[in-house]
């Protein structure tokens, strides 16, 4: 029962980190409890198992208990244990930036008891949503496109078979394939690590996300029909949350999604990418305002957009402790 | 055990705050593994259940291994225990009409291990999201036109602001500029109550590998162009996509009332509306008795509107009750 209400006090959490598109969500760890004769009633102690794909980790693990920040050499089978008074415990772990942190809500450790807390480490993939590549030649203009994701495409339309290859129109469009489109479009997995580690960004609320991104998306220097198709795609999915830590990845920095290469080479690659995650009315870090560059779109210019929501734990892990290595 | 379970029920609305503001994407089911004294060659698997409203607490369920169909009462624990023999299963489970049914994926029963599965049974009567409808004005000279939108259920979303209406001043390219601010469309969504569109079992279910092609083949029979198609694919492909099947309809035109009403002076010639109803079919679903839908071209000579959206619907029951299945 006890690993019931583990479970169900882990629901919000998932719910949070959910993608919307119907992936599987897992419970991330459970907690039992075995009878220790070598402790007292008033000793008590916290067993960790830790695994991910059902292999025991090895190496060293970051956990916290009620707040603290250490680290321990896992043994063999990924186990380590920590001598603990009977009550309840708050935990935390993290293993490294592949895999998602786990954070337990009030975990009992009981008297004269080993509990056993199984930890089920969860990869850290996300998606890079919805970018998509408007190109700009100052006259029509065969282009190749080649985009390398750091992990696995989802959906790419039209049809991506090894780069797309069309001619670009001065509006933006391009032709392939004798049809035209106003884009070219992919979705992959991604490993994002955390956007967030120089604590630089912004809070947005629900009421505020339109103006928010108008403000910012004029001041990176997208067009109005760049900011449409931004906006009504990121828009909603912000506002459904009462508020949200964004930082937007601008450039180079967005080669943590994917690699994209355009020939011939364009006098401007610009790339913007909002990294988000719905923070609603936990306690956050602060935040520095970050920086925004005006990109310059002279010349053969070609703009991209995507992004992606990040689970909820990406921010409090590093902002709960000084771990570092 | 049922106490705690009570407890636990009452404990969720401090996560959730209040039934009807659940989480968007609560997982249906979760699986874990605890050891047990089994013997290595059988295994055990726990079904644990529980119901996203208050105070109620399944007697039975209906479920089904591998496609068979079993009613089973649930003990004083609130959880049924299966004998299985190690390997892997697919599951469903179905409480009542008021609450959706649980398709499983393929679940490994390990040997020498308790499998445990908590289900969450979630309420039908949920809202569902009305989703970028996008509005496209095409007058035969600039004019000037007022758009509103009267949704069935409440806007969660626009883009521009609605205010009682959209000021839009239209270009025969498709340009719109409101408030002197250009947009290539108008953009609303809304959430409104539950709806059965596959009641008449006029609907075509589709696999993963397909959708691209068949949503290029209807909406070019519908007659839209080819930024419109893009900007539907690429809205609704990856979403289909992340199904191995999904069971699609359109609705047309007027059929469209069933979400919002639009009203446009001054009139347009014609008034095109295309939504897209879906709802995720597993493979373990028998979906032999839908008919092909006999979809219309649509008028777009004159002054013409084209709007598309559409909405995920998560309720196939009423179709398989209606088919005796």
Redesign the interface.
């Known amino acids: 029962m006890k690993i019931l209400i583990c479970l169900l006090y882990l629901l919000p959490a998932f719910a949070f980190a959910a993608p919307h598109k119907g992936r599987e969500s897992v419970t991330s760890y459970s907690v039992t409890y075995k009878k220790n004769t070598a402790l007292k009633a008033t000793q008590g102690e916290a067993v960790i198992k830790a695994s991910a794909d059902g292999s025991a980790l090895s190496g060293r693990l970051k956990y916290g208990v009620n707040g603290s920040s250490k680290e321990m050499k896992l043994q063999p089978g990924g186990k380590f244990t920590l001598s603990l008074k009977p009550g309840k415990h708050v935990f935390q772990f993290w293993y490294d930036n592949n895999h998602e942190e786990i954070r337990t809500d009030s975990i009992v450790v009981k008297g004269g008891m080993s509990t056993i807390i199984t930890l089920d480490f969860q990869n850290a993939m996300q998606e890079a949503e919805k970018p998509v590549i408007y190109f700009y030649p100052e006259k029509d203009l065969d282009v190749t496109a080649t985009i390398v994701p750091t992990g696995e495409f989802i959906f790419t339309y039209p049809a991506y078979e090894n780069g797309w290859k069309g001619i670009a129109h001065p509006d933006g469009s391009i032709s392939i394939s004798g049809k035209t489109y106003p884009y070219l479009f992919w979705e992959a997995t991604t490993t994002t690590g955390n956007p967030f580690s120089t604590l630089a960004g912004f809070y947005v609320t629900k009421e505020n996300v339109t103006a928010f991104l108008e403000e910012k998306l004029t001041a990176i220097g997208l067009t109005a029909k760049e900011q449409t198709d931004f906006i009504t795609y990121w828009g909603p999915r912000l506002a459904s949350h009462e508020r949200c830590a964004v930082h937007f990845l601008l450039n180079s920095d967005c080669t943590v999604f994917a690699e994209l290469s355009v020939a011939p080479a364009p006098d401007h690659l610009n790339r913007v990418y909002i990294a988000w995650i719905p923070v609603n009315d936990l306690a956050t870090p602060d935040l520095a305002e970050q920086k925004l560059q005006f990109l310059d779109r002279s010349g053969f210019d070609v703009l991209e957009w995507g992004g992606s929501e990040l689970p909820v734990t990406n921010l409090f892990f590093e902002q709960t402790s000084t771990l570092k290595p | 055990?049922k106490k705690?379970?009570l407890f636990?029920l009452a404990?969720?609305p401090v996560?959730?705050n209040a039934a009807n503001e659940?989480?968007?994407?609560?997982?249906p089911y979760?699986?874990?593994y605890?050891?047990g004294s089994f013997q290595k060659d059988s295994g055990m698997v726990t079904i644990?259940c529980?119901l996203f409203s208050y105070q109620q607490v399944l007697q039975s369920f209906q479920y089904g291994i591998n496609g068979s169909s079993e009613t089973v009462m649930v003990g004083p624990k609130d959880e049924v225990n299966l004998p299985l023999a190690p390997k892997k299963y697919t599951f469903d489970f179905y409480y009542n009409s008021n609450y959706l049914e649980i398709f499983t994926?393929s679940i490994e029963v390990k040997p020498g291990m308790r499998t445990?599965i908590?289900l969450?049974f979630e309420p039908v009567d949920r809202p569902i999201n009305v989703k970028?409808p996008?509005i496209y004005l095409y007058p035969e000279t600039t004019s000037e036109v007022t758009v509103s939108v009267q949704p069935v259920g409440e806007l969660?979303?626009t883009?521009p602001?609605y205010n009682n209406g959209w000021q839009v001043t239209a270009q025969s390219n498709g340009d719109l500029s409101v408030n002197g601010?250009?947009?290539?469309?108008l953009?609303w969504?809304s959430e409104q109550p539950q709806m059965e569109p596959f009641r008449d079992g006029k609907a075509t279910v589709v696999s993963r590998e397909n959708i691209?092609a068949f949503l290029e083949e209807k909406l070019t029979k519908l007659g839209l162009n080819?930024?419109e198609q893009?900007?539907f694919?690429?809205f609704w492909?990856?979403?289909l996509?992340?199904?191995s099947r999904s069971v699609v309809k359109f609705m047309i035109n007027e059929e469209c009332d069933a979400f919002a009403t639009l009203n446009i002076s001054p009139k347009p010639a014609h008034v095109n509306r295309v939504y897209l109803l879906w709802c995720?079919a597993e493979t373990e679903m028998s979906l032999e008795n839908l008919t092909e839908q006999v979809l219309p071209v649509l008028n777009r000579d004159g002054f013409d509107v084209l709007e598309w959206g559409g909405s995920e619907i998560r309720f196939m029951q009423t179709y398989e009750a209606n088919t005796g299945q």
Do not use: C, H, W
């Open positions: 055990m705690l379970f636990l404990a969720l996560f959730v659940l989480p968007d994407r609560m997982p979760v699986v874990r605890e050891e644990e529980g994926d445990v908590s969450y970028k996008v969660t979303f883009y602001a601010k250009t947009y290539p469309y953009f969504e691209v080819e930024r893009t900007d694919i690429t492909g990856p979403q996509a992340a199904n995720s």
